[in-house]
């Protein structure tokens, strides 16, 4: 680019990019600069952003996936869920041993590490019964490896012991390790490490104690050199003894090699386990269908279950069906809280217009003094702003003994105003109303009183020059205002809670059950980010009919 | 959106505990953060529990924090996180039930953990059967039942559960609980199933619609609480003739606040509340929060939690040692819901059933509820 460094150069003069002072072209240059000053831009509100990134973006984020996530079904039972790919679920038989010894052996794991409960929380979402019947099976498993751990243990005394299993499993490097490795010396244990040979001639066994050397390393701490193995190790030691690479046994040489041989010859007369009739032993509902659909539906690591849950649907043989209508509800609540925010939203602008047009016309002083009263509530706690509202309007409260007293209502025939939609709806509106008043004041000064007396001088009469003039130009106060108190209660949860009783409770209360009670975090999420959707929906709709930019939150 | 503000609440909660930790890990192993529910029972717990405790361990402080009803979320919002920020949480039995399958509680050994009685009848006896979950340290049994306004019923108080449903006898408003337990059992109950059978009905679809149905009978007429000081509060208020509730929220409204109130307690359900302990705490915690449920679950520790509330003692042990109210100086043994004139017909709530079949009839009852 010699041409472009010509200091002489005058612009315009030769075709070529124009230059700043110090040869730069001016464009880079003019962008290099804009670059700068964006980036100082960006680290000015850098904390911000990455407050709200972390505060709040990023937990949505998270809650919101777990609507969708369903991972614990395939990490807790990884081998059952495998095989049950296979099965075919409209044969309508429950699936064959096969499938019972992968469940043994995952619910065996997962009882260890304590996780086969947590399994059965879930899955009692989608079917009654599944949380006592995984407390149950966990319990239950330990029986059934039993059954070749002791028929090994009487046969030799030899595979009782730890020690011996790990000489005979482990690598020699491995072994000279742990056997000089102290627990008291603060130093990591030497992990273990599988014997070669044995890999190949007792693949199941391997596999298995690998699992089990994780565990008691890694999550138990404890010395594994000095542990005896898991029960399961014994039967999958039996599978293999007596499994297609049984022949290889005998040419193992390592230590332990003559009782591993004594074995294979004995295992061949064992006691066998059915496991399937094992598990019918600890619960009969493992001998049904429903708990093999359910884990076959939810075994895929996404799930639509909890979208269809929150929108009165379940899962079905023939896709996605209506629950029965003894179960439907949230349907119902999200139309209640909709309807209802609606009309909280209009009682709001029907109570704050009025207010916000005297605040907006009277002298400044006394519209400030008058403002206090409209922020007082603003500064008292919802709490008692709800309680309050009930000491006011139950049967035996303040409004109703007014009227008794007033001889409007019989005594025997006061007025519910409260448990009830109409409870709701006057305590919000009430709680809602500055969001409200405060928008339509802040319009509605920038509204010139000239223009309705104007209006009045070119012949108008009061009410077509409020409804031609005045009103027209409040819309946006109104808009701002909507938005807000709509928005608001569409989320609202501690006052329906207190003074909504069963008609006037809303979405959001749902929502706080299953996220602190019922502990579904999943339903809760789906009917959050529902709620969200239909929200930002609105939001759209607005602005298509009435222009986001006609709204004005102040002059 | 109270969905984002838990979400916030719980971030920022978290994000506090951090700090928090931070601080406690160089040199706090003393220090402890007891989660109850607040209110009466909280300060029972302070004063039989805490402060002898810290009386005999000077330099040790305790720090109680009033969040038992969101404890099960809480906890697992903590453990997500891993940074369990306390060292004890007081639950209902249920509650405790479902952090253990959760795998949000320590397992524990009750005869290594908890004392023996006096007469050194190892503790897992001495609880016996309220050991309702291998992660559970009982403390109270308490039990739901109804009170109801003196002046209100005329001369013939109710005498049974089944009054509740007898709009003619006893018309008015009732407060009942915003949730299927224990209204389910007793809508059967007095819909004439056998009391041993009740759990065996309520498990089959027909039942729960036959309880929803007896249900259904008064339900224009229920005011469905859901936090336990609304009932005592709608009895003082003269709103409902009669309503359950917890029976220490009702001998405070009758004994302390003198209000015309009695106690129906036909067909009372008998609930424990106790400890457990947050799976994962550091080994310093641990050591020193052992240290303190041995001592604040021991008898005599138990039977002095009675004298400020009208719970009974979880221990067998402790049961000969209630005693008189500290400040009322009256007799606590006839306000327990464990007396033999009280208990002449109680229900015992079934963890097992409601673990398994809360989801489902939950729904239902939801359901019926917004009809």
């Keep these: 680019m010699s041409d472009t460094v010509d200091a002489t150069n005058i612009p315009g003069e030769k075709s070529g990019p124009m230059l700043a002072a110090d040869g730069t072209p001016l464009k880079r240059s003019l962008r290099r600069a804009l670059r ?91 079917l009654t019964g599944a949380s006592s019947l995984f407390r149950k099976s966990g319990r239950g498993v330990g029986d059934i490896g039993e059954v070749y751990q002791d028929q090994f243990e009487d ?10 299993w790990n000489d005979i499993l482990g ?73 297609a690479n049984a022949a290889r046994i005998d040419t193992y040489t390592g230590p332990g090699a003559a009782e591993l041989s004594e074995a294979k010859a004995a295992a ?137 007293w007033l001889g409007i209502v019989a005594d025997d025939s006061r007025l519910a105003l409260i448990n009830n939609q109409t409870g709701t709806i006057i305590a919000m509106t009430h709680i809602l109303l500055p969001f409200m008043i405060l928008p339509l004041y802040s319009v509605m000064q920038t509204i010139p009183p000239s223009y309705l007396r104007a209006a009045k001088s070119l012949g108008a009469t009061n009410w077509t020059a409020f409804w031609r003039v005045y009103f027209p130009q409040s819309v946006p106060g109104i808009g701002a205002g909507s938005i807000l108190v709509f928005i608001l209660s569409i989320g609202y949860y501690i006052t329906p809670e207190i003074v909504g009783g069963t008609t006037g409770t809303f979405i959001s209360n749902r929502i706080a059950y299953h996220i602190s009670s019922s502990l579904n975090w999943g339903l809760a999420a789906a009917l959050g980010a529902i709620l969200l959707a239909v929200v930002l929906g609105l939001y759209y709709a607005y602005d298509k009919i009435v222009g986001i930019d006609n709204v004005k939150l102040g002059g | 959106m109270k969905f984002t503000t838990t979400l916030l609440a719980t971030s920022a909660l978290i994000g506090a505990g951090t700090f928090a930790l931070a601080d406690a890990h160089g040199n706090m192993a003393n220090e402890m953060t007891l989660v109850s529910w607040g209110g009466a029972y909280q300060a029972s717990q302070d004063k039989a529990y805490l402060q002898p405790y810290l009386k005999n361990n000077p330099g040790v402080t305790g720090v109680w924090d009033e969040s038992s009803n969101e404890a099960v979320a809480k906890l697992r919002a903590m453990n997500e996180a891993g940074n ?20 949000l509680a320590m397992e524990i050994d009750a005869d290594e953990l908890l004392a023996a009685a006096p007469d050194g009848t190892p503790a897992s006896e001495d609880f016996g059967d309220l050991l309702v ?31 509740v449903f007898d709009l003619e006898a006893y018309p008015g408003k009732r407060a009942l609980e915003k949730r299927p337990i224990n209204n389910m059992e007793w809508a059967l109950l007095c819909d004439g199933v056998p009391k041993d059978e009740v759990y065996d009905v309520l498990a089959t679809p027909e039942g729960q619609e036959k309880a929803l149905a007896k249900l259904d009978t008064i339900k224009d007429s229920v005011i469905w609480w859901s936090a336990g000081a609304d009932t005592p509060q709608l009895l003082a208020d003269g709103e409902v003739v009669m309503g359950s509730t917890y029976n220490g929220r009702l001998f405070s409204v009758i004994e302390e606040q003198k209000q015309p109130v009695a106690m129906l307690w036909d067909a009372q359900v008998f609930d424990l509340d106790g400890w457990i302990i947050p799976a994962g705490l550091p080994a310093d915690r641990l050591a020193r929060v052992k240290d303190f449920v041995k001592f604040a679950t021991d008898t005599q520790r138990l039977a002095d939690q009675s004298q400020y509330i009208s719970y009974g ?8 040692m209630v005693g008189k109210h500290a400040d009322l100086g009256i007799d606590m043994a006839p306000h327990m819901p ?11 709530y079934n963890y097992e059933f409601w673990a398994d079949y809360r989801d489902d009839i939950d729904a239902k009852f939801q359901a019926w509820l917004a009809q």
């Design chain 1, 36 to 126: 700068r000053q964006k980036m100082s831009a960006l680290l000015l509100i850098a904390p911000l952003l990455i407050f709200i990134l972390i505060t709040f973006i990023a937990p949505i984020a998270d809650m919101l996936f777990r609507s969708v996530e369903n991972e614990i079904v395939q990490d807790t039972l990884p081998r059952t869920t495998a095989i049950l790919e296979t099965w075919d679920s409209e044969s309508g038989n429950v699936p064959d041993t096969p499938v019972f010894k992968a469940l043994y052996q995952d619910i065996f794991i997962a009882q260890e590490r304590k996780l086969h409960t947590r399994l059965g929380s879930r899955l009692n979402y989608e």
């Design chain 1, 155 to 164: 046969m030799n005394a030899f595979w009782k012991k730890g020690e011996n």
């Design chain 1, 268 to 404: 061949a007369n064992f006691e066998t386990v059915d496991y399937k009739a094992a598990f019918g032993d600890i619960d009969k509902d493992w001998l049904k269908m429903p708990i093999w659909d359910t884990i076959r539906a939810y075994s895929p690591r996404f799930t639509n279950g909890y979208f269809l849950n929150a929108v009165d649907m379940q899962k079905s043989e023939n896709g996605p069906e209506l629950r029965p209508e003894n179960q439907r509800i949230y349907a119902t609540l999200f139309l209640r809280t909709l309807f209802m925010s609606t009309v909280i939203t209009l009682s709001c602008i029907l109570l704050g217009y009025p207010v916000g047009w005297i605040l907006a016309n009277l002298p400044a002083r006394t519209a400030n003094l008058l403002m206090i009263l409209v922020l007082l509530p603003f500064w008292t706690s919802l709490l008692v702003r709800t309680s309050a509202w009930k000491v006011m309007l139950q049967q035996q409260g303040v409004v109703n003994d007014t009227l008794v």
């Design chain 1, 171 to 243: 690598s020699d490097a491995w072994l000279a390790e742990i056997k000089s490795w102290k627990k008291a010396s603060g130093q990591a244990q030497p992990p273990f490490e599988i014997r070669a040979q044995i890999a190949e001639i007792l693949p199941q066994t391997a596999a298995f104690y690998q699992i089990f050397a994780d565990f008691t390393q890694n999550e138990k701490n404890s010395n594994l050199y000095k542990k005896d193995p898991w029960e399961l190790i014994y039967s999958a030691f039996y599978d293999d003894l007596t499994g």
């Design chain 2, 313 to 320: 003692p979880a221990r067998l042990s402790s049961a000969p």
């Design chain 2, 133 to 163: 979950s291998d992660c559970f340290i009982p403390q109270i049994v308490y039990s739901t039942t109804f009170g109801y306004r003196t002046d209100m019923v005329g001369d013939t108080p109710p005498r049974k559960i089944c009054d």
């Design chain 2, 84 to 103: 369990i920020t306390w060292d004890l949480v007081d639950v209902v039995a249920a509650d405790a039930i479902r952090l253990c399958d959760e795998g």
């Design chain 2, 338 to 348: 464990t007396d033999p004139k009280n208990a002449a017909n109680t229900f015992l």
